[in-house]
């Protein structure tokens, strides 16, 4: 019997930059949420390892020859000591390489998914290290619980609990190239952020973030323009409380007061080719809305 596995997105509200390992990797601050928005990956037992791709942003991945799933597989398998074999399937509803996790969800959700298929009792701590070896979003990926992240993606703890909150994504349908990003920015270092333990209400988380920033945004714009034109689009919807870039983009957010003003307020988006959705930022349920996914 098959079995499944979400890959929702990843939306850092903020990130910092605070410094530079000396492998020339980034060292971060920055908080995760994961809206019900995402991937899924599922798995029939088989005897060989295969990966079909489908979904409106299928296409995108077809040509890859060794995808972050069947990777992850193979690692999972490696570590297990046993032979990778289950037929996977995964469907790709978020766009490709755009900053809101994709890749490293679907690796995370495969990683997840063949535990429970191959019966394998692995502790979290050596699941995130077999991750973070694929990927530095993967160890935050699998919690897929809204987190706060340091290090370069390994040190994780729970994030202040999250208000109920509107959300609005958009991507503008321009891959961007995360280590090119980094290359571009400049500049000195963030400090970490602080704060509170938690926020009542959309305006107080708001407040926060206005404070903070993704410092990986001025760069990405600089490599592609298009991301300005998206932020400038959100920040000029009604209700809008903040409008930012998530990770190293291109894919940006929109902040609103409830999940309603948001799906509300996404219909005044352009109507052009952008990506778009629109429901609540904490992954309830409340107030879903799937708007035009246009590939
Ligand atoms: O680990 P991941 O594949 O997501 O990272 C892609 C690239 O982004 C890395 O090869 C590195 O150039 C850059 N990166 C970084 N610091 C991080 C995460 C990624 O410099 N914390």
Redesign the pocket.
């Known amino acids: 019997m098959g079995l499944q596995e979400a890959a929702p997105a990843k939306v850092n509200l903020y990130l910092h930059v605070t410094g ?1 390992r000396a492998d ?5 601050d920055s908080l995760t949420a994961f809206p019900p928005i995402g991937d899924l990956v599922a798995a029939e037992p088989a005897d060989g390892l295969t990966l079909a791709i489908t979904g409106p942003f299928a296409a995108g991945l077809q040509a890859e020859p060794d995808n972050l799933v069947l990777r992850a597989a193979r690692a999972l398998a490696a570590h297990a000591g046993i032979a990778a074999h289950a037929a996977l399937n995964l469907h790709k509803v978020l766009p490709v390489a755009s900053g809101i996790g994709g890749g ?1 969800a679907d690796a995370a959700a495969t990683l997840r998914l063949l535990c429970r298929l191959w019966r394998l009792d692995i502790p979290p701590a050596a699941l995130a290290e077999i991750g973070i070896r694929l ?3 993967i160890p935050v990926c699998l919690r897929s619980v809204p987190t706060r992240m340091r290090g ?2 390994e040190i994780l703890t729970l994030a202040p609990a999250l208000p109920s909150a509107g959300l609005i994504l958009v991507n503008p349908g321009v891959a961007v190239a ?2 090119a990003v ?1 290359r571009a920015r400049i500049g000195a270092f963030s400090p970490e952020a602080i704060l509170p333990a938690s926020w009542p209400d959309a305006e107080s988380l708001v407040g926060d973030l206005a404070r903070l920033g993704n410092d990986l945004q001025a760069p990405a714009v600089s490599l592609c323009p298009e991301i300005a034109q998206t932020l400038a689009a959100l920040a000029a919807l009604p209700e809008c409380q903040l409008a930012r870039m998530s990770g ?1 983009g291109a894919t940006c957010f929109a902040l609103f007061g409830s999940a309603a003003t948001a799906i509300r307020a996404a219909a005044a988006l352009p109507q052009n080719h952008w990506w778009r959705w629109a429901g609540s930022l904490n992954g309830t349920a409340e107030g879903v809305a799937a708007k035009p996914a246009a590939a």
């Open positions: 530079r020339g990797y980034h060292l971060l490293s990927g530095a979003d370069v993606g995360t280590p980094f190293s």
